[in-house]
């Protein structure tokens, strides 16, 4: 990675930081939500691949401390037991994060950050509202889901994950192919708990319609096919997540 990315990394490292000591100058909303369809994995099981996946995703103003890209190395890192499958088959495949005490899978707290970024851009371009033309700066600095790891409760009488596998066609320098890529599914019914802070009371409107969005728009791989969609409820004071 060039040193121009190193001190963009660390700059947004340093802000968030800044961001977070200030957290009790706005306010918060606990919440669930509940995935109306399933959702699909994203991170690769091979751990080349994954290596990768994570400085890509850092490059992506998405920055990690060393402590956070070894938690994230260790979390996701899964070996794919099925026999039948082939060398490719397996680099093609993602899963879900596991919590390693207990194998619970779980969302990282930066892919709802991601997933709030994608609404507030429809919402801007919906109402041409002038306060979300910098939305992503608003989501980066100001909006931070907690805690880092949420984990997925699957719905009673499922202990089991399945596979989805799809054909994507992609460019090569040998022309266009058609890849079979296999994706870990977390059935619909699944639901997870986790806060919001946000730093300036102007947001928590913007926020519950990002949530809103989610009905139509959801989280991870293939949204634009459905997949992902969820609603949300508040949590009540004896339901408080803790950070």
Do not use: C
Request: aromatic fraction near 10%.
């Amino acid at each position: 990675k060039s040193e121009t990315a190193k001190k963009k990394s660390q700059r947004a490292i340093n802000d968030e930081e800044k961001a977070k000591a200030l957290q009790d100058k706005g306010g918060h909303i606990a919440l669930e939500i509940m995935f109306t369809e399933d959702v699909l994995g994203t991170t690769p099981g091979d751990k080349e691949l994954l290596k990768d996946y994570v400085v890509q995703q850092m490059l992506e103003e998405q920055p990690r401390s060393e402590e956070e890209q070894k938690e994230e190395m260790e979390a996701t890192t899964r070996v794919d037991h099925d026999e039948n499958l082939d060398d490719e088959m397996r680099k093609n495949t993602t899963f879900f994060p596991r919590i390693p005490e207990d194998g619970t899978p779980f969302l990282w707290n930066y892919q709802t950050k991601g997933t709030l970024k994608e609404a507030g851009k429809a919402m801007r371009i919906a109402t041409s509202d002038k306060f979300l033309s910098n939305y992503k700066k608003l989501v980066d600095l100001l909006i931070f889901p907690y805690p880092r790891r949420v984990p997925l409760i699957l719905p009673e009488g499922i202990t089991e994950t399945t596979f989805l596998e799809r054909p994507v066609r992609a460019p090569t320098p040998q022309g266009e192919r058609v890849f079979i890529l296999r994706s870990e599914v977390i059935p619909a019914g699944t639901t997870a708990r986790f806060g919001i802070s946000f730093l300036s009371t102007k947001l928590e409107k913007y926020i519950r319609k990002w949530l809103d969005y989610g009905r139509l728009h959801g989280y991870l791989q293939w949204r634009n096919g459905g997949y992902g969609t969820y609603a949300w409820r508040e949590l009540s004071e004896g339901e408080e997540v803790t950070n």
